[in-house]
């Protein structure tokens, strides 16, 4: 073996250690906007990607060199998976397929996740099995102490390829570009595999995979309207127009984040969610007007709760750091008063820290049924939202679930807060709805208020019965 090819496939292992985690993030990114991000959707990818990458060593390990042109499958191995990176993890593309799979009657999340990894991530992973291990039965053919090394390489690629992917690539250029920049870097493993007269078709063809993935990660092209505002490892914004008029103009503005519906404004209040009205009318409007009253809110989205009140004290709390610069250059119609404050920090964590009690808190976390965020439906957080309410003072929390509980979430999450909130608890439909389907598909804008008032045990019987006087 030359020091040539010793190195070129060293080199190789290298480049699909860094792209097989920076592939896996990708994904894990991209389905956030569909399917959401919890523990179970990323143990399903992890658990595809892992098990068809033992089948790629177990083929790799098996083949006989004599018998197959391995140099040459291995060649093509790696252009098939510019291909499927490119496909699997491209936004529109995903989108087209999350469309086609709902159309076709799948609706829930999970079976979307075991779709999607079955279609795009089990060959990649075996694609990517058989190189990394037919290339270390190379090395260690000619040079047995190069088994190290290879494992090694391997190792240093992989963690490159998650630090890089996050930490430089996704938010300096965005989570698009990140595509084309994985499919450069596993052309570029296909070039050192390739022999010198297989060089200029695998260019070339590299070349048309690459204007491919520019074209269908070019957000001008894709999406001409241009909406998206940002794309990177935290969260994916979009701020859209709406309610067209008859003469075909926007009445108000939508923004997206991460796929979902998260805020909207428009001159006629009537045109904002419903949600929103129902707390600004019932809770911020009619707050009293003798001193300041402290308002937190976890879950900025677009800062349209108490849009326009200047008198009241806003802490707005969200993890994206530029969602405030967002809103304010691209969806609110002036930059946000004084007396409104916004804090990038995890809302959890906030909790844990802060001393300060509020006059009103509202929950507006549950940005969409299939992003649920696990460690906001916990008992234990929503007795450290109980923990920092004034005496009298209100929580809101604004859950999108079953409306007639026919669903488990929407019975699980009323019985945690029934829990920590046995007394004073209000839940209010914010539309009509059938309580007599039985799918559980019906969905809704569900507020639970809390009313922190003192303790009254008593109740009324048959022979105790002074209501007269209660009222």
Known sequence: MTDRLKYSLLAVVFLLGYTSLAFELIVLRQLINFVGSNTLITSVVMAFILLFLSVGYYFGSVVKFARRPVRTIMLNFAKILIVWYIIAGSYY??????????????????????????????????CLGFITSV?????????????GRFMAVD??????????????????????????????????????????????????????LLLFAGAVNNEKLMNPEHT???????????????????????QAKIMRINGSFSSKIAENEELMFPYVRFINDNFIKTLP???????????????????????????????????????????????LPDNQKFIAQDAYLFMLKTQQKYDLIVVDVYSAVQSIPMNFVTTDFFQKIKAHLKDNGIMVANIITSPAFTNEFSRRIDNTLRLVFPQYLQRQVLRNYNPYQPDGEQLANVEYVYYNRPADNGFYSLNRNAALYGQ
């Open 228 to 250: 998206l505002i940002k794309d990177d490892a935290i969260s994916r914004i979009a701020v859209e127009p709406a309610d067209f008029d008859a003469s075909g103009k926007p």
């Open 93 to 126: 593309l995903m989108e087209i397929y999350f469309y086609m799979l709902y159309l076709l009657g799948l609706h829930s999340s999970l079976g979307f996740v075991f779709v999607y990894a079955a279609a795009f991530l089990a060959f990649p992973s075996v």
């Open 155 to 208: 190792t240093i690629g992989s963690v490159l390829g998650s630090l890089a992917t996050t930490l430089v690539f996704m938010p300096l250029i965005g989570v698009a570009a990140t595509v084309i920049v994985l499919a450069a870097l596993t052309a570029a493993a296909a070039l050192l595999l390739c022999r010198r007269k297989q060089w200029k078709e695998t260019a070339f063809l590299s070349v048309m």
């Open 289 to 335: 007007k003798d001193a300041p009253r402290d308002i937190l809110i976890l879950g900025a989205g677009g800062f349209t709760i108490g849009l326009g009140d200047d008198f009241h004290n806003y802490t707005f709390l969200d993890i994206d750091k530029d969602l405030k610069d967002i809103s304010e250059q691209k969806f609110l119609p002036t930059p």
């Open 135 to 147: 290339a270390g039965r190379v090395l260690h053919r000619y040079d047995t102490d190069y088994t």
